[in-house]
């Protein structure tokens, strides 16, 4: 085992035992492909399966293997979609079976911070699918909450409008610049600082990096 594979792997199991802590199901896999591994476990044939947009779970091609599973993925994201179906889906994730989302950071205390524009990912996170299954690559773990926040200032939301090519002023400076448009994706802050107590959710830490 490499310094690298060594750091990452204590790292990960670190963190897993603070979810655990944090009343959460958890679990740590060394790479991606151990990682779709364990949420294919959740997934069953006709299950309704929703993704958050998450460009961890897209790397993984999760959306395709569960389809292949014989499951119904709900996928804002499709491009076949238009404005009105986009919206149906993100209402039919709020009540799916087994929803699968990315996080914008986790702290080395298990605490799972994100930001969200429209908020359909954060509110199906904490309430409404039977089973929650969120994966996180090492490179989303820091050190505490003020860390979260500058990780998503500085390097998750602005690379995400510059994937969803939103014409704010973080694509020009690579940093969060707090804009006050109505294109802004930064809209709904959560925090889960312990697992909410009626949503079934398994987080699943990875020992390489994922999505951003
Ligand atoms: S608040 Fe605005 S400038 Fe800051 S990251 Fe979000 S979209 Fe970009």
Redesign the pocket.
């Known amino acids: 085992m490499d310094v690298y594979q060594w750091h990452n792997e204590i790292t990960g199991k670190r963190v897993v035992e603070a979810l655990k802590k944090n009343h959460f199901d958890a679990i740590y896999c060394p790479d991606g492909e151990t990682a779709v591994t364990e949420v294919m476990k959740f997934i069953t044939p006709g299950a309704k399966v929703g993704f958050g947009g998450s460009v961890t779970t897209r790397d993984l091609k999760l959306p395709e293997k569960v389809l292949k599973a014989g499951a119904i993925v709900l996928d804002h994201q499709s491009a076949e979609l238009d404005a009105d179906q986009k919206a149906q889906v993100r209402l039919q994730q709020l009540t799916c079976d087994v929803f699968i989302s990315g996080t914008n950071a986790l702290t080395i205390d298990g605490e799972l911070v994100n ?1 969200d ?1 429209t908020g359909n990912r954060v509110a199906a996170m904490i309430y409404g699918p039977k089973k929650v299954v969120i994966v996180v690559g090492i490179n989303k773990v820091v050190a505490d909450l003020d860390a979260a926040f500058d990780r ?2 500085q390097v998750a ?2 690379m ?2 510059k994937r969803l090519a ?1 014409p ?4 020009k ?1 690579g ?7 109505g ?4 809209n709904v802050y959560s925090i889960l600082r312990k697992k909410p107590s009626s949503t079934d959710t398994t987080v699943i830490v990875v020992g390489e990096a994922l999505g951003y």
Do not use: A, K, L, Q
């Not at 940093?175 to 448009?181: H, L, N, V």
């Not at 294109?183 to 930064?186: G, H, L, Q």
């Open positions: 930001v524009g998503i200032e939301s602005p995400n409008n939103r704010n002023p973080c694509v400076s940093t969060c610049m707090d804009c006050e448009g294109t802004r994706i930064c």
